[in-house]
């Protein structure tokens, strides 16, 4: 690992290749697994402000959990994270009429926030950033390359592709630690392939 600001940075993040193959995953990752994604209280406060007007897209049963539990819960490791349905299933996902699974909140936050005016709210960005995990290590933040076997068909376009994850995920990660931190990391990716190299 290399630290980057507050941040401990894996060099998985760096070496792994990485792409989502929506043509052929299509989008499970929002059904699949033990426990929701995680959730700050501030992503808390905004999707209870979306709340009213994702609720009449929600399934029956995802509405019924946040009656029941509310939005989020703590899950194991104490962790704030999205509630669930029937322990895998996303509260917010949806599938369509091809099988994808969407993102109800990603779908309707432009229109619910006003595209274009920075009000948008496209989805935690826990799930933004997947496959790469936020973790705490110590007083900084561990930025983690999560491996999990419905991605597989990730791996396989990102490195038939040569797409570095720390570049797939550009955006997320400038989200989430800002274009300064982004920069930085390229500059430490660029210097450690010379050093492979040499």
């Known amino acids: 690992m290399f630290i980057i600001g507050d941040t401990l940075v894996s060099l998985d993040v760096l070496e792994k290749e990485f792409c989502c193959d929506l043509d052929k995953c299509r989008g499970c990752c929002c059904i699949e697994g033990d426990a929701g994604c995680p959730v700050t209280d501030e992503e808390l406060a905004k999707i209870e402000q979306l709340l009213p007007s994702l609720l009449p897209h929600m399934t029956l049963e995802a509405r019924e959990v946040v009656a029941k539990q509310g939005l989020s819960y703590l899950d194991p490791s104490g962790e704030q994270v999205l509630s669930i349905v029937n322990g895998k299933d996303c509260i917010f996902a949806r599938t369509d009429h091809n099988g994808w699974c969407y ?91 010379k050093q492979m190299k040499s």
């Open 103 to 193: 993102c109800l909140i990603e779908k309707h936050s432009p229109s619910l926030c006003g595209e274009g005016k920075g009000g948008v709210f496209p989805k935690p960005v826990s799930c933004h950033l997947y496959p790469i995990r936020l973790t705490q290590i110590g007083d900084r933040v561990g930025v983690e390359y999560h491996r999990w076997d419905i991605c597989h068909c990730g791996r396989v376009l990102g490195k038939k592709n040569h797409i570095p994850l720390y570049r797939f995920l550009r955006e997320p990660l400038i989200r989430r630690f800002g274009e300064e931190w982004y920069n930085e990391l390229c500059l430490v990716a660029e210097e450690w392939k």
